[in-house]
Structures are given as structure tokens and as C-alpha cells.
């Protein structure tokens, strides 16, 4: 791991922060704080379990019910999934990245407040699959929280063809009362109907059942507006075609081991990626940057 140079602000209190502990399950993880926010990150899946704003109550939803164990997801906060979306015959559901411990490759602390870490998939049985690639992942924390998944082809000679999705889980009041904008007019396959294809009609996608839905060759901004908490969140995204929407609702969330009955009641999840017939096709040498934006706002 290496350190950049440290900051050279003369106010402590104007630094960025990292702190190495064990987590829940005694897995490692960091702890970021800076100026404006705090943030959590396990190794297990690089997976960042929460994001504060100072003045705010948490972004991002955790459950309860979270198994933190090595070889497990964590159910929560933002699980990448990478190389493969949903399910894939024989292998699992949403890829392995989300289950393997990743390297800390390195901490960087700007002079203005802000930390960024970065952390690279192990090599592992799994990829073994695929050409040989890399995957690196870099968390900036500030007054928003940026997320970056780098993927390189580093074959001389074959495509590598993958899926990736920031699986973001938001934590929410009340499911619903939210509105989340910026999809109308756009197709998405409908997973709750057999993925059948339909078109978003509403400016204002609302939650009153199990929703599950793909929404493709939208690369815009989405806004949740939660007039409980009094908060609009922005995903903002680059290099995503795809956005996932999904609340598991009553009967799902009583089938899953590690999510409590009613906490589909708190929580949404809108994922930024590219997905089913938006997957990347990356040729030799290639290098596919995702990057996503999370900020909020306080609703007058
Ligand atoms: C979403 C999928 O992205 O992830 C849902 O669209 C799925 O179909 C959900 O149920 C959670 O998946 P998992 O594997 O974390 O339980």
C-alpha cells in the first residue's frame, strides 16, 4: 500500500481522516471522516457501508440483518457487482466481486479535506473464466461520495465481455412516500412480470408493491425526493447505461435471510451500471471507467 504525502493544511480539523479497525464479524474496514462527512468501507467486497454528511442522517440503507461473513454479501450500503449481473447459470447471483476480500492499494488525502482509497480485485478460481483483467475501485469522500470501477482487458487478444452495477441501497423514511425522477420515457424490463419490456410513463416512479425494474440506454441523473426526511438525493454517472430499481417489498424481503420483514420499508435501491443489453464489450487493452456521484440536499 502506499500513502501519498500528507496534506500539508495547518488545521487538523480541515484534514482528511483514515482509520483502520475491525468491523462487524471482526472483518477489517475503514473509517473515513473529513470535514463534511464520514464514510465506512470493508475490504469484503470494497464495499462502502455507509456515508454521513455531517448535517444529515445517513445515505445509504444497512440492514440489521446483514451477515458479515467472508464469501457473503453484505446486504446494504453498496455492493459492486461485477463481472456479471443477476443471475448466471450455475455461478451465482450478481458476480463474485461482491464476495472476495479486495487489496488496499492506496489512501490519498487531498489538501482540501477530501480522501480518496483505492482498491483492486484479488486474482481469483473465478476469473480464471475471463481474460485476464483488472479491476480497480476508488472511493473519494467529501461533501458527496464518488465512486469509480476501472476495469482493464489486459489480454492481447480477446474481447472481455462483463456486466458492473453500483448496487446502491438508499435509506429512506418511508418507501412510500419517495419519488424517484429521471426515468420517464425510458424502456426497462420488468423483472416482477418475467422481464417483460415496458416503457416508464411517470415523471415520479413511485413504490406500492415489489418493484424490479431495468431501465436501459439512460445514462441521465436520477433524483430521489424524500419529503420525510427532507432530502433529494442526486445520482449522478458516467460510463452507465443502465439503471436498477428495486424494493423487495412485503413477500420478498420475508424470504431473504438477511433482511428484515419490514425493512423493505426503509430502503431503495437505485443501481447505476451496465446491464443485459448494455453489458461492455472491452477489447484488448481496453480500459471501461464507471464512475458514479452521490450527493444530497436538504428540500426547502
Ligand atoms: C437487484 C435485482 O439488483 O438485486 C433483484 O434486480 C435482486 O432481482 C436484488 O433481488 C438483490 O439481489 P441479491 O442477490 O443481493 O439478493
Same mark, same amino acid.
Not at 489480454?155 to 418507501?175: I, P, R
Not at 425494474?213 to 452507465?240: H, M, Y
Given at each position: ?17 483514515? /482509520? ?13 471522516? *473529513? ?13 462502502? *457501508? ?49 464476495? !472476495?476480500?479486495?487489496?488496499?492499494? #492506496? ?63 438508499? #435509506? ?18 420488468? !423483472? ?25 440506454? /439512460? ?17 449522478? !454517472? ?26 423493505? #420499508? ?30 444530497? #440536499?436538504?428540500? !426547502?
Amino acid at each position: 500500500m502506499t500513502t501519498s504525502k500528507p496534506a500539508t493544511n495547518t488545521d487538523p480539523n480541515a484534514l482528511g481522516r483514515v /482509520t483502520f479497525l475491525d468491523g462487524q464479524g471482526d472483518l477489517p474496514m475503514l473509517e473515513i471522516s *473529513t470535514p463534511w462527512s464520514t464514510a465506512e468501507i470493508y475490504l469484503l467486497g470494497a464495499h462502502v *457501508t455507509q456515508f454521513k454528511k455531517k448535517d444529515e442522517p445517513p445515505l445509504l440503507f444497512l440492514s440489521q440483518c446483514s451477515r458479515f461473513n467472508e464469501g457473503h454479501p453484505i446486504r446494504g450500503g453498496i455492493p459492486v457487482i461485477f463481472p456479471w449481473f443477476g443471475q448466471r447459470e450455475g455461478l451465482g447471483q450478481h458476480g463474485f466481486a461482491r464476495v !472476495k476480500s479486495w487489496d488496499l492499494k #492506496e489512501v490519498l488525502p487531498a489538501p482540501d479535506g477530501s480522501v480518496s482509497v483505492r482498491f483492486r480485485l484479488p486474482d481469483c478460481p473465478e476469473a480464471a473464466a475471463f481474460p485476464p483483467f483488472t479491476a480497480d475501485y476508488v472511493v473519494t469522500v467529501n461533501q458527496s461520495l464518488t465512486l469509480q470501477l476501472i476495469v482493464t482487458n489486459q489480454s492481447k487478444d480477446a474481447e472481455f465481455t462483463f456486466e458492473n452495477c453500483l448496487h446502491t441501497y438508499f #435509506e429512506v423514511a418511508d418507501a412510500t412516500a419517495i419519488s424517484i425522477h429521471g426515468l420517464k420515457g425510458v424502456s426497462y424490463l420488468d !423483472k416482477v412480470a418475467s422481464f417483460l419490456e415496458k416503457t416508464e410513463t411517470s415523471d415520479a416512479l413511485r413504490v406500492a408493491s415489489e418493484v424490479d425494474r431495468i431501465f436501459l440506454n /439512460t445514462a441521465g441523473t436520477v433524483e430521489i425526493l424524500d419529503p420525510r426526511i427532507g432530502r433529494r438525493i442526486r445520482v449522478e !454517472k458516467q460510463s452507465s447505461a443502465s439503471t436498477v430499481v428495486w424494493n423487495p417489498w412485503i413477500a420478498k424481503s420475508r424470504q431473504m435471510s438477511d433482511f428484515g420483514d419490514e425493512e423493505y #420499508e426503509h430502503m431503495i435501491c437505485v443501481e447505476s451500471g451496465n446491464v443485459a443489453s448494455n453489458s461492455i464489450s472491452l477489447p484488448p487493452g481496453g480500459i471501461s471507467t464507471l464512475t458514479v456521484k452521490l450527493s444530497s #440536499e436538504t428540500l !426547502k
